[in-house]
């Protein structure tokens, strides 16, 4: 499956964003899907996770209450609806997608298989 993020941008704290990754590929429907960050000089790490059928997500303590991921069977896409930002959540955004994750390894990056480009996400103070 081939992936693509888009959504990101400068936005004021307090502001709101919704980041979408498209994917490609007759599969999607059996691919529990992910978005992660990497901010200048830290390590990547995980927001939030869906699992293929959508029944179950996960969020980072950082982004609950704040973020909330979806996804759409039939347009093949994810997104990442964000509110409240803050300026710690500046960040490269990544969506990230695998068809063979236990529940609780959801948060791992390296249980992803496949990754998008990348859209920055800069929230302003």
């Known amino acids: 499956v081939q992936l693509q993020a888009c959504g990101g941008g400068l936005v004021q704290a307090g502001g709101s964003l919704r980041l979408s990754c498209t994917a490609s590929?007759?599969?999607?429907?059996?691919?529990?899907m992910a978005w992660f960050r990497q901010a200048p000089g830290k390590e990547r790490e995980s927001v939030a996770a869906?699992?293929?059928?959508?029944?179950?997500?996960y969020y980072a303590d950082s982004v609950k209450g704040r973020f909330t991921i979806s996804r759409d069977m039939a347009k093949k896409m994810v997104y990442l609806q964000m509110s409240s930002l803050k300026p710690e959540d500046t960040a490269v955004y990544y969506c990230?997608?695998?068809?063979?994750?236990?529940?609780?390894?959801?948060?791992?990056?390296?249980?992803?298989?496949?990754w998008g480009q990348g859209t920055l996400v800069t929230v302003s103070s």
């Open positions: 869906i699992r293929w059928n959508g029944g179950t997500t």
């Open positions: 990230a997608a695998d068809a063979s994750i236990a529940t609780e390894s959801m948060r791992l990056p390296s249980n992803y298989d496949y």
């Open positions: 590929g007759r599969a999607f429907s059996h691919y529990h």
